[in-house]
């Protein structure tokens, strides 16, 4: 009999490590097939609350967060290598703007409310990290609500509960993403590698 099992993974969908940590939460998974039954639920997390609404030039942002274009570069080169063994092929070189993600997590909630959560969280990642496309815009918004078959996009989408929902992910005491709930009773901050991931959720359900 497969064990059900919640997994709630407080994400931000322009933090290259959360998409890192999904492929391998994935992996966890698949070592652990036939045991669970996983329910996976995305939390609201931005990196940068304080992100103008239209958000930024990256190479203006990189060089604000970590003093300098170079440095910014040599984390990206690291993050790349990381990402090839997850099969991303991060696209950081053509990415231009670092946008305000509060749309973005207004998508994943109306959408997961529909079921499809994992389909638009998908699609949010692969098209900010390898398609390097602008994932605050309406038009991107959009097309990836549209793609995911998303009922009531975006006059459905509810920003008070969302924001709400974040600031409740923050009182948990979450300060750093991907971070990986499992049923509630513990976390894991940070992308493991599978084998680690699929340790902390055999605790989980003993």
């Known amino acids: 009999m497969q064990t059900p099992l919640t997994i709630e993974i407080a994400s931000d969908v322009i933090c290259p490590w959360c998409y890192i940590g999904k492929r ?21 997390f931005q ?3 304080d992100m103008p609404a239209g958000g930024m030039a990256r190479a203006e942002y990189r060089k604000r967060k970590f003093g300098s274009l170079e440095r910014g570069r040599e984390l990206d080169a690291r993050v790349a290598a990381e990402g090839r063994g997850e099969g991303i092929d991060f696209a950081f070189e053509r990415i231009e703007r670092t946008p305000n993600t509060a749309a973005a997590h207004q998508l994943i909630d109306l959408a997961q409310s529909q079921g499809k959560g994992r389909e638009v969280v998908d699609a949010l990642f692969r098209a900010y990290f390898e398609e390097a496309r602008d994932i605050g815009s309406d038009e991107v918004l959009g097309s990836i609500a549209t793609a995911a078959a998303v009922q009531g996009w975006p006059s459905d989408a509810n920003a008070q509960a969302v924001a709400e929902r974040e600031d409740g992910v923050r009182n948990l005491g979450i300060s750093a993403v991907p971070t990986f709930i499992f049923e509630r009773k513990f976390g894991v901050s940070g992308a493991h590698p599978p084998e680690a991931l699929a340790a902390a959720i055999k605790d989980a359900i003993k």
Do not use: S, T, Y
Request: net charge positive; charged share 30%.
């Open 24 to 44: 391998r939460l994935e992996k966890a998974l698949a070592l652990l097939d036939g045991e669970l039954k996983p329910v996976i639920r995305w939390l609201p």
């Open 47 to 49: 990196l940068n609350p």
